[in-house]
């Protein structure tokens, strides 16, 4: 079956590390999209990428990195420059040869730093 | 930065009633895609909106695009159980998708 990977599923860390969150999709989508999730705060968009090796900022990205060196893959870090890490990280794709095709979203990966 | 605002936040019905959603964006929107999250799970595709004062259905869902593509709305008519979840807008600018805050549907049944 087609979709959208993250794990883990809950991630706990220390305040002060970097953590680096996977996002791994099969569904030959070109683009994808890093969200994060806070009660009462909708989706904010941290980075997207369009294609391999290139990659936007989104509302929200400082304190995050990314890289997209696979179609497949796009993993997000979340640095110990981020000021509240602790939330709900939701990795998206879609296809990007139509503009108004829907984001697939993976299952989502729950982090805590203390 | 583009804004997508939603009303309300929270709903708590009677299984039966009626719900609807409302979100309103600071710009024009190309087109408008409704997504439903349920709880402890991740945002799912129900439908996109893309003509101007488009109605569209599906069973007791009814979504709607404004006229000037700066709104819309979700009607669910007589509700059940397994409509709970919370209901986000989200509106295509550019490359980008603009996410309302999301109303939370709670159901009493």
């Known amino acids: 079956d087609g979709g959208i990977t993250q794990s883990p599923k809950y991630l706990f860390r220390k305040e002060g590390q970097n953590v680096t969150l996977s996002c791994e999709q099969n569904l030959n989508h070109d683009a994808m999209y890093w969200y994060r999730q806070d009660p009462g705060q909708g989706l904010r968009l941290i980075y997207y990428?369009?294609?391999?090796?290139?990659?936007q900022k989104g509302d929200i990205a400082e304190g995050y990195s990314v890289s997209r060196e696979k179609k497949e893959s796009f993993p997000l870090t979340v640095t110990s420059a981020q000021k509240n890490p602790t939330a709900f990280y939701l990795c998206a794709s879609r296809t990007a040869r139509n503009p108004t095709s829907p984001l697939h979203f993976g299952n989502g990966t729950r982090l805590t730093v203390t | 930065g583009q804004q997508v605002m939603q009303i309300p936040q929270y709903q708590h019905v009677q299984e039966g009633e009626d719900f609807t959603t409302y979100c309103n964006s600071s710009t024009t929107l190309s087109n408008i895609q409704w997504y439903k999250q349920r709880p402890g799970g991740h945002p799912v595709f129900l439908i996109q909106?893309?003509?101007?004062?488009e109605v569209k259905k599906q069973k007791r869902l009814t979504f709607q695009f404004g006229e000037a593509k700066k709104n819309s709305s979700l009607h669910i008519t007589a509700t059940q159980t397994t409509d709970v979840g919370t209901y986000f807008c989200?509106?295509?600018?550019?490359?980008?998708?603009?996410f309302g805050t999301g109303t939370s549907l709670t159901v009493i049944p």
């Open positions: 989200a509106g295509r600018g550019g490359n980008q998708f603009y």
């Open positions: 909106l893309v003509k101007s004062g």
């Open positions: 990428s369009q294609i391999v090796n290139d990659f």
